[in-house]
């Protein structure tokens, strides 16, 4: 429904639920279980790390919500005006989102203390991490070498890629 594009961004997959209205939750989410709880998967939430070569940016909270319900469901990086004026590296980026790449992280390696992937980044561009950023609490680096924390979304980390390539 209303909330599906907010918790696609939100990178929410599953959705459990108990005796579902599988005719109602399947016109838009893909039943992969029926046990005591039904499993429905969503096919177009979003990647947990993706890179992107376009930027839009919003003033409050609302109007980055509406870019979202509104939106093409594909996942886009924002950046709060406030935040975007304290980091001028991003104003090299293009801001028409009807014409930006997205590209999946592949690789990912979790652990209790670390998220580490890979991007195939086409252009200069940001990479977006759907993980509660938290100031001072972790450190980026790309090809080994640190890269200062963006955010992005409004509550989640994010890193400029100054070049093409893989990372």
């Given at each position: 429904?209303?909330?599906?594009?907010?918790?696609?961004?939100?990178?929410?997959?599953?959705?459990?639920?108990?005796?579902?209205d599988q005719g109602l939750l399947g016109q838009s989410l893909k039943l992969v279980k029926t046990a005591d709880l039904?499993?429905?998967?969503?096919?177009?939430?979003?990647?947990?790390?993706?890179?992107?070569?376009?930027?839009?940016?919003?003033?409050?909270?609302?109007?980055?919500?509406?870019?979202?319900?509104?939106?093409?469901?594909?996942?886009?990086?924002?950046?709060?005006?406030?935040?975007?004026?304290?980091?001028?590296?991003?104003?090299?980026?293009?801001?028409?989102?009807?014409?930006?790449?997205?590209?999946?992280?592949?690789?990912?390696?979790?652990?209790?203390?670390?998220?580490?992937?890979?991007?195939?980044?086409?252009?200069?561009?940001?990479?977006?991490?759907t993980e509660t950023l938290w100031p001072d609490d972790f450190r980026v680096e790309v090809d080994g070498q640190r890269?200062?924390?963006?955010?992005?979304?409004?509550?989640?980390?994010?890193?400029?890629?100054?070049?093409?390539?893989?990372?």
């Amino acid at each position: 429904g209303v909330a599906r594009p907010v918790l696609d961004a939100l990178n929410v997959r599953l959705y459990f639920d108990l005796q579902s209205d599988q005719g109602l939750l399947g016109q838009s989410l893909k039943l992969v279980k029926t046990a005591d709880l039904d499993v429905y998967e969503s096919p177009t939430a979003w990647p947990r790390a993706f890179f992107t070569n376009r930027l839009t940016s919003y003033e409050q909270t609302a109007e980055f919500i509406e870019k979202i319900k509104q939106g093409d469901g594909r996942p886009f990086a924002a950046v709060q005006r406030p935040d975007l004026a304290r980091q001028p590296q991003l104003a090299t980026l293009a801001t028409d989102l009807a014409g930006r790449t997205v590209v999946p992280a592949t690789g990912y390696k979790l652990t209790g203390n670390t998220t580490s992937f890979s991007v195939k980044a086409t252009e200069p561009g940001i990479v977006v991490l759907t993980e509660t950023l938290w100031p001072d609490d972790f450190r980026v680096e790309v090809d080994g070498q640190r890269a200062p924390v963006i955010r992005v979304n409004h509550a989640f980390k994010g890193v400029l890629i100054a070049n093409a390539g893989d990372h």
